[in-house]
């Protein structure tokens, strides 16, 4: 849902919407990427926001998206990563993408079992996702 720059529900400031289900606009009209770091950067935006106003201070604090960069996979030895300062393909970029993704997770257990799975459908080819990209038009 479209929310004020602030996270919360248009008409109910003590309600707020973060991650995917936010639609929030950059000061430049674009909208923030449906990402993990932008629902990252969202949760721990409102839970300043929550805490200040616990204590007193009732301010609206717009959220300010910071975009690191952009990675992403093609395949399963190939990647891109845009950095700004770096752009990169090809097996590189994708060791890089799965390092990064595994580092940001939170604890080590979830990095443990990140990896293990990722390494169980690398080397078996089962996916625990499935996505279907097939419309109705292509069909045969
Ligand atoms: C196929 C795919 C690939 C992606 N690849 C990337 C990528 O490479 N890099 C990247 O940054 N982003 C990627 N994304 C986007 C990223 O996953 C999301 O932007 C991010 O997870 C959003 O976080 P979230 O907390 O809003 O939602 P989620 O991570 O979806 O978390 C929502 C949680 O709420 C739980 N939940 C749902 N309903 C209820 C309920 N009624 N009660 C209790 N719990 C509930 C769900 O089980 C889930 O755990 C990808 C998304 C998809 C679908």
Redesign the pocket.
Known sequence: MLVEPDLTVPGSPEIFV????AHVLRPDGKPVP??????KQE?KHVATTIKARLAGDGAARPFRYKHAGD???IGKWSAAIDFGWIKLTGWLAWWL?GIA?IYFLIDFRNRLAVSLSWLWIYFTGQRS?R?ITQGDDDKS
């Open positions: 973060i991650g995917d289900t449906g990402v993990a770091p932008s629902a949760g990675l992403a996979t993408w993704h996702a996505l």
